[in-house]
């Protein structure tokens, strides 16, 4: 059932490509800009999420598996990663995305994002990641849409129905995200339409995961190691490697019928430089986080676990970091 991950992340790269769906710019453009459009797009698509995997899981079809917190790890690694999203010029997605549309950075950022990965796993790096791991904190679900182990959320801290704090943070996300006034961004995909878009196919990819033996719905780190391992020690490409393929197939796929897809290069060679540190950057933290933007900000923030929330802050606060050191003027 692996392969059920290059269909979603088909339809995955489609839509990435379509609404122009990047967290570094999402992140980025608030605060130098005030542009708000990606940005909301982003809290609607999480809003929205909220309800969708939560529905699924309450129907049986599957059991939640909130991030585990680890608050070195998820401070210290997002906030690594935050700052390396804008030196390699797009986040986790973004850059994978972007590859598929012919963006050489983005094809560099998005291979050293994976060896960055590896070696926060199982490489020069793997120290700080072990050492960090002796301060977990797992929780037991307390309810049947958890699994036995999870990482808190807001449910198993106050002890009460996941439905609860799922309704109030999804409606205080629509309200604002509907209620407040967006800038404008010409995409293919309108922010609403690409958010709902990512709502309804959220769940599948939770679904088709879980079947897959993975127990969790988008990603992006995971599937860059998988591919790694794969060519590495040919090991099988799990759920999350055919994810990533598909999502570099997709937004191939929807730049050619745009007649989009173009080889660019940047007017700087050191411009390779810069997106090889920001793409090294990004892989450790997210390793050493438990996430990227994907993991914890599009898929764990849903589940309303801590660590997501905490991983989520620091991301964007690394992202504000970079980008006011570079772009300041």
Not at 58 to 85: C, D, S
Not at 139 to 145: L, R
Not at 233 to 249: A, F, M
Request: net charge positive; with cysteine.
């Amino acid at each position: 059932m692996a392969w059920t991950g290059l269909l979603v992340g088909v339809v995955f790269g489609i839509i990435l490509q379509r609404g122009r769906v990047c967290f570094n710019s999402a992140f980025r453009d608030i605060l130098l800009f005030k542009d708000n459009y990606l940005w909301k797009l982003g809290f609607l698509a999480v809003g929205l999420q909220a309800i969708t995997v939560l529905f699924v899981a309450q129907m049986g079809w599957i059991r939640i598996a909130p991030p585990t917190l680890n608050f070195f790890g998820n401070i210290v690694g997002a906030y690594v990663f935050g700052l390396g999203m804008v030196l390699a010029g797009g986040c986790a997605s973004g850059v994978t995305y972007r590859a598929g549309e012919g963006m050489t950075t983005a094809m560099f950022g998005a291979v050293f994002y994976g060896l960055g990965a590896l070696a926060m796993r199982g490489g020069v790096f793997s120290g700080i990641r072990t050492w960090a791991a002796g301060f977990n904190i797992t929780v037991a679900g307390n309810s049947p849409v958890y699994f036995d182990k999870v990482g808190p959320t807001l449910a198993t801290i106050f002890n009460i129905n996941p439905w609860i704090p799922a309704a109030i943070v999804a409606a205080l996300l629509l309200w604002y995200t509907l209620g407040t006034k967006t800038t404008d961004r010409p995409t293919k995909f309108n922010w609403k339409v690409a958010a709902i878009a990512l709502a309804i196919l959220s769940p599948i990819a939770w679904i088709t995961s879980e079947a897959a033996g993975r127990n969790y719905g988008f990603g992006i780190t995971g599937g860059w190691i998988s591919i790694f391992d794969t060519f590495i020690s040919n090991q099988p490409l799990r759920w999350d490697g055919y994810e990533i393929i598909g999502i570099i197939l997709g937004a191939l796929i929807a730049s050619l019928l745009a007649k989009e897809f173009k080889l660019r290069m940047p007017k700087n060679p050191k411009t390779y430089l810069q997106v090889m540190v920001g793409g090294i950057m990004m892989g450790a933290g997210a390793n050493l986080a438990g996430g990227c933007n994907i993991g914890h900000f599009l898929a764990g923030l849903p589940t309303l676990a801590i660590s997501s929330i905490v991983a989520s802050i620091f991301l964007i606060l690394g992202n504000w970091t970079m980008a006011y050191i570079l772009y300041r003027k």
